[in-house]
């Protein structure tokens, strides 16, 4: 029988051992690489605020637009409104994969209360990107929903993320625009207030405030802070 030397049999084990290494990083990396066939590499939410029409905000994008997470949407009175009327998608799909769903989910909750759970809107399939092959645009912007319904004087946070359902060679999944930055979801945030509404009694004039006379007083409001002093607040 041929002996193996001691510098052979080193070699073998360095070999072996390497062989091990290379196949459990293709194990690792196969779901990675099918996964990686399709996403969603762009995202946004779609707002009409005080009737001024629908404004994209960036979620999972870097564009012109406000970054909705962290942003100050404003603060609403009796009679404003924050519409959330959807969102936009764009995603990419190679190799056999396909996108099938897309989805809006979001919550409305005061800034020191517990989140609530999410409730989800629908994104519909918009169109084909005629320049790249496998880019889609899912959007929906007539989702009419009413931000400011019955919430009480506060601070508020909006909070919102966006899926896309997609199929492949090996299987099915979502994939998430929902700003993790590996250390868990924490989705995009932005605040607005709501606030008082003020009413005044026509037939006081007295004690004025300064810039307010007897001619504008039927019209004082919060906005220019020319109100009687008698003036109350209301919801």
């Not at 564009?63 to 603060?75: E, I, V």
């Not at 897309?102 to 989800?120: D, H, N, Q």
């Amino acid at each position: 029988m041929k002996k193996i030397s001691f510098l052979n049999l080193k070699r073998l084990k360095i070999f072996s051992f390497l062989k091990v290494v290379l196949a459990l990083f293709m194990l690792i990396s196969i779901p990675n690489k099918l996964k990686a066939d399709s996403n969603i590499y762009e995202s946004y939410a779609i707002l009409n605020i005080n009737g001024a029409g629908n404004v994209f905000y960036d979620l999972q994008a870097n564009t012109a637009l406000h970054d909705f997470n962290g942003y100050n949407l404003g603060t609403f009175f009796q009679g404003n409104s924050l519409i959330l009327n959807g969102a936009q998608d764009k995603t990419y799909k190679n190799s056999g994969d396909n996108i099938t769903d897309g989805w809006l989910y979001y919550r409305i909750y005061e800034v020191s209360s517990t989140a609530p759970s999410f409730t989800s809107s629908k994104i519909l399939f918009g169109s084909d990107d005629p320049n790249v092959s496998g880019n889609q645009i899912w959007e929906s912007s007539g989702a009419n929903i009413n931000v400011l319904n019955t919430l009480p004087i506060g601070n508020y946070y909006l909070e919102v993320y966006t899926t896309a359902d997609y199929t492949s060679n090996s299987g099915s999944g979502t994939h998430y625009a929902n700003n993790n930055p590996g250390s868990g979801p924490l989705n995009y945030k932005a605040t607005f207030t709501v606030a008082a509404n003020y009413f005044c009694n026509p037939l006081n004039y007295s004690n004025l405030l300064p810039g307010c006379n007897y001619y504008n007083a039927f019209s004082c409001n919060y906005y220019n802070r020319c109100r009687i002093r008698s003036c109350q607040h209301y919801l």
